[in-house]
């Protein structure tokens, strides 16, 4: 006859097994539960005009903001860096607050009206009502991270300001391109935002000179 204790232990090993991977699974799931998710950060494109800088004369006429157009490759929100002469690399947990498009169509607005190169802007709803049009191009906005030791900011703009009053026929008067580097203390995002803000600065104060030479 075979021994009891024997038969006994069988159900009682078999119920261990069972219990003992139920007993896991809530712990194994509670931990992937409380995983916190990735954090992001946003950051904002400031380019204030000095109060310092000079105020010239307006012209007698408006103008109005066209469009601004962003290369397809950094349009996204997020940061872009580039890594190599053919290798650029967004990243999605440090991102702009609002499109390029935008901080650069408001940043250009808000210029152009503290300059007081023309006599007014106009909002895009009176197009038609405006004697100039300014139209910008963002060829590039990215960090330069191909030489570790000099890290930069870099931003190019192309910029188009046309005549469009009824009476004469539309006139380029300005077309130019406008590049900028700024260097950075050290390679992190919060660097490159700052650094892209002073390059925007930067373009807009050149450009403020040529819109001026180029005003009758």
Not at 17 to 24: G, S, V
Not at 37 to 50: D, G, N, Q
Not at 126 to 133: F, K, S, T, V
Not at 154 to 159: H, S
């Amino acid at each position: 006859m075979m021994p009891k204790p024997i038969l006994l232990s069988l159900p009682r090993l078999l119920l261990a097994c069972l219990l003992i991977p139920a007993l896991m699974l809530p712990a194994a799931c509670s931990v992937s539960l409380e995983r916190e998710p990735p954090v992001r950060t946003a950051y904002l494109m400031e380019a204030k005009r000095p109060d310092t800088a000079p105020i010239r004369n307006p012209v007698a006429g408006s103008v109005v903001m066209g469009t601004v157009r962003v290369a397809p490759e950094f349009s996204g929100r997020g940061l872009i860096y580039r890594m190599d002469d053919a290798r650029y690399v967004a990243d999605f947990h440090h991102e702009w607050f609002a499109p390029v498009r935008d901080q650069v169509y408001s940043a250009t607005r808000d210029w152009i009206g503290e300059a007081r190169l023309f006599s007014t802007v106009l909002p895009a709803s009176l197009a038609r009502d405006a004697d100039y049009r300014l139209d910008i191009l963002v060829n590039t906005i990215h960090g330069d991270l191909r030489d570790a030791q000099t890290p930069a900011a870099v931003l190019e703009i192309q910029v188009y300001l046309s005549s469009i009053a009824d009476r004469e026929p539309r006139r380029i008067l300005l077309a130019s391109t406008l590049q900028s580097r700024q260097l950075l203390p050290e390679a992190t995002p919060a660097e490159l935002a700052a650094g892209l803000s002073r390059a925007l600065a930067d373009t807009l104060t050149r450009l403020e000179s040529e819109l001026i030479q180029a005003l009758p």
